[in-house]
């Protein structure tokens, strides 16, 4: 199992080139992690696919519940120098990812929208990988 937290990501820092933002999707979910994710089975209606949405969304609502106790302790990491997490608006962004303000059942179907957005819109991560790639072995 592997699990990766890109902290630039969920502070709001999105990689740009060219003053273009190259990253469109809440975040990572392509349709190769999908088919790794289903064991080689296609499509969104896998029983392992179904676990994986459903640990998101649980691991979701627990970041949710302690949402105030994360904030204060990025809030006190802010004096750490480190580049993602240099001001209060990175916390801001935090604290919109999390929905803080809706209900629960709220929260889950915010954040349901956003798991579906980032699988449909996946090609567009592939996109990025693909022309990323592409220029560095070309160097």
Known sequence: ????????????????????????VPFVLTHDFVYVINKGATGR???EFSTFQKLC??????????????????????????????SE?????????????????EALEHFRSKFSDALENSWTTSLNWATHNF????K
Request: hydrophobic residues 40%.
């Open 135 to 138: 220029s560095k072995n070309n």
């Open 89 to 105: 608006k990175d916390l801001n962004y935090l604290k919109e990812t999390l929905v803080l303000k809706l209900s629960e059942v």
């Open 1 to 24: 199992q592997l699990f990766h937290i890109d902290f630039g990501h969920i502070l709001g820092h999105f990689k740009e080139k060219f003053g273009f933002c190259r990253e469109r």
């Open 45 to 47: 209606d896998a029983t």
């Open 57 to 86: 969304e649980d691991a979701f609502l627990i970041l949710r519940k302690h949402g105030y106790l994360i904030l204060s302790l990025f809030s006190m990491m802010i004096s750490t120098g480190l580049p993602e997490l240099s």
